[in-house]
Protein backbone atom coordinates (compact mmCIF):
# COMPACT_ATOMS: atom_id res chain seq x y z
CA UNK A 1 0.00 0.00 0.00
CA UNK A 2 1.01 3.66 0.47
CA UNK A 3 3.31 5.36 2.43
CA UNK A 4 3.53 9.03 2.83
CA UNK A 5 6.43 10.50 4.31
CA UNK A 6 6.14 14.24 6.07
CA UNK A 7 8.96 16.61 7.21
CA UNK A 8 9.53 18.46 9.23
CA UNK A 9 7.55 17.27 11.98
CA UNK A 10 8.13 20.95 13.48
CA UNK A 11 8.49 24.34 11.82
CA UNK A 12 8.81 27.61 13.65
CA UNK A 13 8.85 31.01 11.14
CA UNK A 14 8.67 34.42 12.12
CA UNK A 15 5.21 36.47 11.04
CA UNK A 16 6.08 36.96 7.28
CA UNK A 17 8.39 34.30 6.74
CA UNK A 18 7.52 31.73 3.78
CA UNK A 19 7.14 27.73 5.59
CA UNK A 20 7.75 25.15 3.46
CA UNK A 21 6.10 21.26 4.40
CA UNK A 22 7.77 18.25 2.28
CA UNK A 23 6.39 14.86 1.30
CA UNK A 24 7.17 12.03 -0.40
CA UNK A 25 5.01 8.97 -1.00
CA UNK A 26 5.83 5.32 -2.74
CA UNK A 27 3.20 4.61 -4.68
CA UNK A 28 3.52 5.44 -8.44
CA UNK A 29 0.32 5.51 -9.21
CA UNK A 30 -0.95 7.79 -6.48
CA UNK A 31 -2.60 11.07 -8.33
CA UNK A 32 -4.22 13.06 -6.48
CA UNK A 33 -2.15 14.54 -3.35
CA UNK A 34 -4.19 17.11 -1.22
CA UNK A 35 -3.34 18.99 2.53
CA UNK A 36 -5.38 20.06 5.20
CA UNK A 37 -5.17 21.86 8.43
CA UNK A 38 -5.94 20.66 11.66
CA UNK A 39 -6.85 23.10 14.19
CA UNK A 40 -6.54 21.80 17.85
CA UNK A 41 -9.89 20.48 19.11
CA UNK A 42 -11.11 19.94 15.12
CA UNK A 43 -11.03 18.03 12.21
CA UNK A 44 -9.00 18.55 8.98
CA UNK A 45 -9.67 20.88 6.70
CA UNK A 46 -9.01 20.99 2.88
CA UNK A 47 -6.81 23.98 1.77
CA UNK A 48 -5.68 23.06 -1.58
CA UNK A 49 -5.01 19.79 -3.70
CA UNK A 50 -3.11 18.89 -6.46
CA UNK A 51 -3.71 16.05 -9.12
CA UNK A 52 -1.56 14.76 -10.76
CA UNK A 53 -1.29 16.45 -14.46
CA UNK A 54 -0.40 19.24 -12.95
CA UNK A 55 2.70 20.22 -11.51
CA UNK A 56 1.71 23.42 -9.24
CA UNK A 57 -1.34 25.27 -8.29
CA UNK A 58 -1.46 28.13 -6.45
CA UNK A 59 -4.42 29.84 -4.49
CA UNK A 60 -3.53 33.55 -2.77
CA UNK A 61 -0.83 32.84 -0.09
CA UNK A 62 -0.48 28.71 -0.61
CA UNK A 63 1.48 26.71 -3.41
CA UNK A 64 1.72 23.12 -3.92
CA UNK A 65 4.66 21.82 -6.10
CA UNK A 66 4.74 18.18 -7.17
CA UNK A 67 7.55 16.17 -8.97
CA UNK A 68 5.93 12.72 -10.25
CA UNK A 69 9.56 11.43 -11.33
CA UNK A 70 10.35 11.77 -7.72
CA UNK A 71 7.55 10.86 -5.75
CA UNK A 72 7.21 14.17 -4.24
CA UNK A 73 5.46 17.69 -3.36
CA UNK A 74 5.54 20.30 -1.35
CA UNK A 75 3.58 23.10 0.20
CA UNK A 76 4.17 26.29 0.18
CA UNK A 77 2.94 29.45 2.45
CA UNK A 78 4.34 32.39 1.78
CA UNK A 79 3.83 35.72 4.15
CA UNK A 80 2.71 33.55 7.00
CA UNK A 81 0.80 35.10 9.65
CA UNK A 82 -0.08 33.89 13.65
CA UNK A 83 -3.90 32.30 12.05
CA UNK A 84 -1.64 30.03 10.28
CA UNK A 85 -0.51 28.29 13.19
CA UNK A 86 -1.78 24.81 13.08
CA UNK A 87 -0.53 20.94 12.18
CA UNK A 88 -0.73 20.71 8.44
CA UNK A 89 -0.91 17.02 7.32
CA UNK A 90 0.05 15.61 3.11
CA UNK A 91 -2.00 12.84 1.92
CA UNK A 92 -2.28 10.57 -1.41
CA UNK A 93 -4.24 8.28 -3.06
CA UNK A 94 -4.45 6.83 -6.28
CA UNK A 95 -7.77 4.69 -6.74
CA UNK A 96 -8.49 3.89 -3.30
CA UNK A 97 -8.87 5.75 -0.07
CA UNK A 98 -6.35 8.45 1.23
CA UNK A 99 -2.97 8.15 3.15
CA UNK A 100 -1.64 10.50 5.62
CA UNK A 101 1.69 12.08 6.75
CA UNK A 102 1.88 12.18 10.55
CA UNK A 103 1.47 16.27 10.25
CA UNK A 104 3.68 19.24 10.92
CA UNK A 105 3.07 21.45 13.26
CA UNK A 106 3.53 25.09 12.42
CA UNK A 107 4.15 27.64 14.85
CA UNK A 108 3.69 31.54 13.34
CA UNK A 109 5.10 33.47 15.73
CA UNK A 110 4.51 37.69 15.75
CA UNK B 1 -24.20 22.82 3.41
CA UNK B 2 -23.69 22.07 7.30
CA UNK B 3 -20.81 19.63 7.10
CA UNK B 4 -20.28 16.97 8.66
CA UNK B 5 -21.31 16.05 11.94
CA UNK B 6 -19.94 13.74 14.66
CA UNK B 7 -21.88 12.82 17.66
CA UNK B 8 -20.50 12.88 20.75
CA UNK B 9 -17.43 15.17 20.41
CA UNK B 10 -16.19 13.47 23.70
CA UNK B 11 -16.76 9.72 25.28
CA UNK B 12 -15.12 8.59 28.40
CA UNK B 13 -15.72 4.89 29.28
CA UNK B 14 -14.41 2.59 31.11
CA UNK B 15 -12.56 -0.85 29.18
CA UNK B 16 -14.74 -3.31 28.81
CA UNK B 17 -18.04 -1.34 27.72
CA UNK B 18 -19.25 -0.71 24.33
CA UNK B 19 -19.58 2.45 22.58
CA UNK B 20 -21.34 4.07 19.76
CA UNK B 21 -20.65 6.76 17.64
CA UNK B 22 -22.88 8.71 14.91
CA UNK B 23 -21.51 10.55 11.60
CA UNK B 24 -24.08 12.36 9.73
CA UNK B 25 -22.38 13.13 6.29
CA UNK B 26 -23.14 15.99 3.86
CA UNK B 27 -26.62 15.38 2.16
CA UNK B 28 -25.54 15.29 -0.85
CA UNK B 29 -22.39 12.99 -0.51
CA UNK B 30 -22.80 8.96 -1.27
CA UNK B 31 -19.38 8.32 0.08
CA UNK B 32 -18.67 8.29 3.62
CA UNK B 33 -15.18 7.32 5.40
CA UNK B 34 -14.26 6.51 8.62
CA UNK B 35 -10.50 7.44 10.03
CA UNK B 36 -9.05 6.97 13.55
CA UNK B 37 -6.39 9.87 15.02
CA UNK B 38 -3.97 8.97 17.63
CA UNK B 39 -1.89 11.86 19.58
CA UNK B 40 1.06 13.08 17.09
CA UNK B 41 -0.15 10.68 14.22
CA UNK B 42 -1.91 11.57 10.68
CA UNK B 43 -5.80 10.05 10.16
CA UNK B 44 -5.83 6.37 9.55
CA UNK B 45 -8.11 4.85 7.80
CA UNK B 46 -10.59 2.50 8.72
CA UNK B 47 -13.49 1.92 6.52
CA UNK B 48 -15.68 3.65 4.05
CA UNK B 49 -19.18 3.23 2.32
CA UNK B 50 -20.87 4.20 -0.68
CA UNK B 51 -23.98 4.26 -0.17
CA UNK B 52 -25.37 1.84 2.16
CA UNK B 53 -22.78 -1.04 1.22
CA UNK B 54 -19.82 -1.15 2.95
CA UNK B 55 -16.70 -1.55 0.51
CA UNK B 56 -13.10 -1.40 1.89
CA UNK B 57 -11.92 -2.13 5.50
CA UNK B 58 -8.42 -1.63 7.09
CA UNK B 59 -6.54 -4.21 8.99
CA UNK B 60 -6.99 -1.94 11.47
CA UNK B 61 -10.17 -2.57 11.95
CA UNK B 62 -10.59 -5.57 14.59
CA UNK B 63 -13.50 -7.77 14.53
CA UNK B 64 -14.28 -5.74 18.02
CA UNK B 65 -15.70 -3.26 15.14
CA UNK B 66 -18.08 -2.10 13.44
CA UNK B 67 -19.84 -0.14 11.02
CA UNK B 68 -23.08 0.09 9.26
CA UNK B 69 -24.60 2.97 6.77
CA UNK B 70 -28.30 1.90 6.75
CA UNK B 71 -30.10 3.24 3.65
CA UNK B 72 -27.17 5.00 3.11
CA UNK B 73 -27.14 8.16 5.33
CA UNK B 74 -25.89 8.31 8.71
CA UNK B 75 -23.07 6.10 9.80
CA UNK B 76 -22.55 4.55 13.15
CA UNK B 77 -19.31 3.48 14.44
CA UNK B 78 -19.38 1.00 17.38
CA UNK B 79 -16.67 -0.09 19.52
CA UNK B 80 -17.07 -3.96 21.47
CA UNK B 81 -15.57 -4.34 24.69
CA UNK B 82 -13.24 -1.70 24.87
CA UNK B 83 -9.77 -1.87 25.51
CA UNK B 84 -7.32 1.58 26.36
CA UNK B 85 -5.44 1.40 23.29
CA UNK B 86 -8.73 2.32 21.24
CA UNK B 87 -8.31 5.60 22.84
CA UNK B 88 -8.19 8.15 20.08
CA UNK B 89 -9.65 10.56 17.77
CA UNK B 90 -12.78 8.95 15.15
CA UNK B 91 -12.77 11.02 12.58
CA UNK B 92 -15.55 10.87 10.43
CA UNK B 93 -15.44 12.00 6.49
CA UNK B 94 -17.80 12.11 3.67
CA UNK B 95 -16.82 13.18 -0.70
CA UNK B 96 -19.68 12.82 -3.70
CA UNK B 97 -18.29 10.20 -6.13
CA UNK B 98 -20.41 12.05 -9.19
CA UNK B 99 -17.42 14.64 -9.06
CA UNK B 100 -15.33 14.21 -12.13
CA UNK B 101 -11.92 12.11 -10.95
CA UNK B 102 -11.47 12.72 -6.93
CA UNK B 103 -13.95 14.13 -4.63
CA UNK B 104 -11.80 15.56 -1.71
CA UNK B 105 -12.84 14.44 1.99
CA UNK B 106 -14.91 16.78 4.10
CA UNK B 107 -13.71 15.98 7.85
CA UNK B 108 -15.99 16.47 10.78
CA UNK B 109 -14.67 17.63 14.23
CA UNK B 110 -14.42 13.89 15.35
CA UNK B 111 -15.53 12.34 18.58
CA UNK B 112 -12.71 11.86 21.20
CA UNK B 113 -13.05 8.56 23.23
CA UNK B 114 -11.12 8.18 25.99
CA UNK B 115 -11.10 4.49 27.77
CA UNK B 116 -10.38 4.13 31.05
Known amino acids: GENVEQHPSTLSVQEGDSAVIKCTYS??????FPWYKQELGKGPQLIID?????GEKKDQRIAVTLNKTAKHFSLHITETQPEDSAVYFC?????????FGKGTMLLVSP | DTGVSQDPRHKITKRGQNVTFRCDPI?????LYWYRQTLGQGPEFLTY????????KSRLLSDRFSAERPKGSFSTLEIQRTEQGDSAMYLC??????????????FGNGTRLTVT
Open chain 2, 93 to 106: ASSSDRVPFYSPLH
Open chain 1, 27 to 32: DSASNY
Open chain 1, 50 to 54: IRSNV
Open chain 1, 91 to 99: AATGYSTLT
Open chain 2, 27 to 31: SEHNR
Open chain 2, 49 to 56: FQNEAQLE
